[in-house]
């Protein structure tokens, strides 16, 4: 005999940054609501926070909190995967063993960091000088290799675009290489940037600022550069290129410290779902109101979703208000009723003190939380180092994973009832 069904009315697969804001919303609204979120680790990571653990400014502890501590009261914690989505039958498979349905379903996985997508990386991250601030345990190494190196050549990779916080890997550079600067090193250590895509940063109105610390420490610029391989004993990387004939070229380079933005995708259990979006295999929604194309009483936010806006913790703050709205008005037989305008935020950490704080929606338009005079994005500022530092992890975790809502508020298409 099988064993029946379990279902509820809304599940929640993924309790990260996404998963678990939207759970706060909703229950915010309805606090009698059934909500089930699927996650499996024990602990959920502030994930903006490891660029200034790899900058030294923050402690790793700062960034972790344990999961079963973030689960809103009301709603139940499942702590187990999804292995499969089956959105035809309203249900989901998972790693443990069982199936679970839903009325609805919020599907907010994250993405999958593509380490092994580089021959030769997984195996020698943590040692021989290669690290990233993509993981917990090695941002702390990445803060090591800073205060270590004295002279040599130092090199930061970003892989093809979407990745989540775009600006992460030069993040990265720019902290070390202030602290290199303020320590008289730098002029003995060779700083250069290895983009595979075409540009410093998508939205060219950030670009003059970013260039005044390009040009402060002295870093070279590669672009159209992708990490290939990496030979971490003989601390060689391999970066492919297009030569003048769009022919494929690979360049070894030494270092004494490598910084790698892995290359990232959808989750395997998405790409191999219905959810999939034919190009790229991200959940397929509605860029404006987060509901799934195909299946209506889907919603998806954050990483792991197709919406063309940059993939932020800012802006799932932004993005689970407005599925908590259109998700409760079509479990009422209504249509959505709120709209995500593609705000994403990346505080691009400069100098050890000072960020531009790059906000903008979709297309690139600039969508800045507050006015020029108080807080210019486009230039480096103390108040936005202040606001990431200090403000935004607390507006993090008592905020926007409590269903507060600050700097969130929804636009609706009609007045609130
Ligand atoms: P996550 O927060 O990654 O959560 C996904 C969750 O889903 C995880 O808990 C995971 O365990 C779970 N999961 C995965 N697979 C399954 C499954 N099969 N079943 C059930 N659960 C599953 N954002 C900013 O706004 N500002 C920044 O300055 C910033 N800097 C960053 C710097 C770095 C170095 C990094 C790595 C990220 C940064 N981000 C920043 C990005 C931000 O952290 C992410 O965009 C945000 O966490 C996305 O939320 P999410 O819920 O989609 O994914």
């Keep these: 005999m099988t064993a029946p069904l379990q279902t509820c009315d809304v599940l929640i697969v993924g309790g990260g940054a996404g998963g678990i804001a939207t759970a706060a919303s909703l229950l915010k609204r309805r606090p009698d609501l059934d909500v089930r979120i699927v996650e499996p680790s024990e602990d959920h990571f502030y994930q903006p926070g490891w660029t200034l653990v790899g900058g030294g400014v923050f402690r790793p502890e700062r960034t972790r909190r344990r999961t079963a501590d973030l689960i809103p009261g009301r709603a139940c914690w499942i702590r187990d995967s999804v292995a499969a989505f089956e959105p035809k039958h309203d249900r989901v498979r998972l790693a443990g063993g069982g199936t679970l349905g839903y009325r609805m379903m919020v599907a907010s996985p994250g993405l999958k960091l593509d380490w092994a997508a580089i021959p030769g990386l997984s195996g020698t991250l943590g040692q021989n000088g290669v690290t990233s601030n993509y993981r917990y345990d090695l941002a702390p190494y990445t803060w090591k290799l800073v205060q270590d190196l004295t002279h040599?050549?130092?090199?930061?990779?970003?892989?093809?675009?979407?990745?989540?916080?775009?600006?992460?890997?030069?993040?990265?550079?720019?902290?070390?290489?202030?602290?290199?600067?303020?320590?008289?090193?730098?002029?003995?250590?060779?700083?250069?940037?290895?983009n595979a895509g075409p540009v410093l940063f998508g939205v060219a109105d950030y670009v003059p600022a970013l260039m005044e610390y390009v040009e402060r420490y002295d870093i070279a610029l590669h672009f159209g550069s992708r990490l290939v391989a990496v030979d971490g004993p003989a601390r060689t990387a391999t970066f492919e290129s297009l030569d003048a004939d769009g022919k494929a070229v690979r360049t070894d380079r030494e270092f004494e410290m490598l910084h790698v933005c892995p290359p990232q995708t959808a989750p395997d259990v998405v790409r191999d779902s219905a959810l999939a979006a034919a190009a790229g295999g991200w959940i397929e929604v509605d860029p404006d109101t987060l509901r799934h194309v195909r299946f209506g009483n889907v919603f998806g936010l954050g990483d792991g979703c197709s919406s063309p806006n940059a993939k932020t913790a800012a802006a799932a703050r932004k993005q689970a208000p407005v599925v908590a709205e259109n998700l409760l008005a079509v479990l009422d037989g209504g249509d959505p009723v709120a709209f995500y305008d593609g705000y994403g935020s990346c505080p691009l950490t400069v100098e050890r003190g000072k960020i531009v704080l790059a906000e903008f929606g979709y297309g690139g338009k600039l969508l800045p939380s507050f006015p020029d005079w108080m807080l210019d994005g486009k230039r480096p500022t103390r108040r936005a180092w202040h606001l990431k530092a200090q403000a935004l992890p607390e507006i993090y975790w008592a905020g926007m994973l409590k269903g507060h809502e600050w700097l969130a508020k929804p636009q609706r298409t009609c007045p609130p009832v």
Excluded: E
């Excluded at 992460?168 to 290895?194: C, E, T």
């Design 152 to 194: 040599g050549r130092a090199l930061f990779t970003q892989p093809p675009m979407p990745i989540k916080c775009a600006g992460a890997p030069q993040k990265a550079m720019y902290l070390s290489s202030d602290h290199w600067l303020r320590n008289g090193r730098l002029k003995n250590i060779d700083v250069a940037f290895h």
